[in-house]
């Protein structure tokens, strides 16, 4: 049985795609589009998972994921990288529970 993703279910969102800037260590500039961002109580941060912008739907993507804190204006502070294993833990399973409520 071939499962068809076809985008004709109502959701409340109209397609405004999410995009950010991240700068790498050589200083080149690449667009990443948001999938979701989260907090996290237990590491008391803010997560964002992205991955490369343009990229098609059924194409294998590689997200990456960064921890940030917020500002007090509410905008979104300098990304860091994730370093602890507990913290990958974490995001892993927030972006399975995220997949399997998009199927």
Do not use: C, R
Not at 32 to 44: A, G, M, Q, R, V
Not at 57 to 66: G, K, T
């Amino acid at each position: 049985m071939v499962h068809n993703h076809d985008h004709d279910h109502n959701h409340d969102h109209d397609h405004d795609h999410e995009y950010i800037t991240i700068l790498d260590e050589e200083g080149n500039e690449s667009l990443y589009e948001i999938l979701f961002t989260f907090e996290s109580e237990d590491f008391n941060k803010s997560y964002v998972l992205v991955y490369p912008a343009g990229t098609v739907e059924d194409e294998d993507v590689e997200l990456q994921a960064f921890s940030y804190t917020e500002t007090e204006e509410g905008n979104a502070g300098a990304l860091q990288p994730i370093e602890t294993e507990e913290e990958w833990d974490m995001v892993e399973e927030v972006l399975n529970t995220f997949l399997a409520d998009e199927d």
